[in-house]
């Protein structure tokens, strides 16, 4: 069986319960959930709700048939980078002494990544883009320490006229 991520859109009820029974439909089927973000959306009724996971391709159209038929679930569907944006935002708090603060600073320019706060022995970025972007900045980073890490997860927007969800 080959896993795979998936970049996956709701549009849901916006109303209490709902994201415990979507998840248990991911659980049930043995996917794991790498990053998920919900939002109200344009209408207050619905929430959009974004979830990056890892699982064999046929679950996944399994997985999908079965949100779609949750009350609460308005439409679930799968996007890659051809049918939908897809970015993410990370902030970064890496140790950086006097002597390293160039090497970091050229780093950082190289991802156009955003200095957000220094201090004697830190340095804290914001940086934004594909997942993968965030990877490889976070690798380069790794070699000076990096104290802290926080990432928003994967926001998914349909490219064009066509509707996210």
């Excluded at 998840?23 to 709700?49: C, K, W």
């Excluded at 009350?71 to 890496?94: G, I, T």
């Amino acid at each position: 069986m080959k896993m795979k991520k998936h970049s996956i859109s709701l549009r849901v009820a916006n109303k209490p319960g709902v994201l415990i029974r979507i998840s248990l439909v991911f659980a049930r089927r043995g996917y794991n959930i790498d990053s998920l973000v919900v939002s109200e959306s344009n209408d207050r009724n619905f929430s959009s709700m974004n979830i990056t996971a890892t699982g064999d391709p046929e679950t996944l159209h399994l997985m999908l048939n079965q949100l779609n038929r949750l009350v609460d679930v308005v439409h679930a569907k799968e996007h890659n980078n051809e049918n939908a944006l897809q970015r993410e935002l990370a902030l970064v708090k890496v140790k950086c002494e006097d002597v390293q603060r160039t090497d970091v600073l050229q780093i950082a320019d190289v991802f156009k990544a955003r200095n957000m706060d220094i201090s004697d022995h830190t340095i804290t970025f914001q940086v934004t883009g594909s997942s993968s972007k965030l990877d490889a900045f976070q690798e380069l980073l790794k070699p000076y320490g990096i104290v802290e890490l926080i990432r928003s997860g994967n926001l998914i927007m349909a490219r064009g006229s066509e509707s996210t969800t």
